[in-house]
Every structure is written in structure tokens, then in C-alpha cells.
């Protein structure tokens, strides 16, 4: 049974720094992209970042980049967020998952097939 378990999330203050893990078991990962998706209260999920399967590309969202970072560790079947310079607009719950393909150039949430849970992220300011 395919299982994604986020951990990381938590309250921290604005301007504050965060990573976020998410260890895939069940099966290998390493052959896909995987990315990582957030759903504020009351909006849609919105994709956040994507990782190729190889970690050689990624791809942000325009509100994130220059502050989130995305990371894999294909050993470990491990995605990583590392989240810097956070805003109170950055306050959601964080789901990871797994693309259908192997390019981290997918933003839509019908390319992923598999998620986790979620974890909340909550920006103070």
C-alpha cells in the first residue's frame, strides 16, 4: 500500500524559516516527480513546487520562488520543502505528492496520482 507521511509543518513566525519532509513507502518513487501542493481555508489547492525525478529540474510557483526550495533524496524515497523568509499568506496545510511522469514540469493536481495527509503551516506575523 502506497503511504506519503509529511512532517515539519508548525507555527513559526513571519520572516521564520521551515522544512518540510515527506517519506514515501509502499513502492519506489525514484522514477517520478513529486511535488508539493498547499490548501489555504477556504481556497483551492494551489501547487507550490515540483522536483524531476532525478532532482536535476524544479519548478516553483511565482509567490514561492526565490524563498522555497525543493529537494529529493531518492535513497531515502524522501521529498524535502525547505521553506525561508515565510510569509502569513504562506499559512496552509502542505500536502506532498506523487506525478505521473518524471519532469517536474506538471502544476496541476490531476497530474499526481498519489498524497499525503497534509501538515499545517501557520505564519504568525
Known amino acids: 500500500q502506497v503511504q506519503l507521511v509529511e512532517s515539519g509543518g508548525g507555527l513559526v513566525q513571519a520572516g521564520g524559516s521551515l522544512r518540510l519532509s515527506c517519506a514515501a513507502s509502499g513502492r519506489t518513487f525514484s522514477s517520478y516527480a513529486m511535488g508539493w501542493f498547499r490548501q489555504a481555508p477556504g481556497k483551492e489547492r494551489e501547487f507550490v513546487a515540483a522536483i524531476s525525478w532525478s532532482g536535476g529540474n524544479t519548478d516553483y510557483a511565482d509567490s514561492v520562488k526565490g524563498r522555497f526550495t525543493i529537494s529529493r533524496d531518492n535513497a531515502k524515497n524522501t521529498v524535502y520543502l525547505r521553506m525561508n523568509s515565510l510569509k502569513p499568506e504562506d499559512t496552509a496545510v502542505y500536502y506532498c505528492?506523487?506525478?505521473?511522469?518524471?519532469?517536474?514540469?506538471?502544476?496541476?493536481?490531476?497530474?499526481?496520482?498519489?498524497w499525503g495527509q497534509g501538515t499545517q503551516v501557520t505564519v504568525s506575523s
Open positions: 505528492a506523487v506525478a505521473r511522469y518524471s519532469s517536474s514540469h506538471y502544476y496541476k493536481l490531476s497530474d499526481y496520482d498519489y
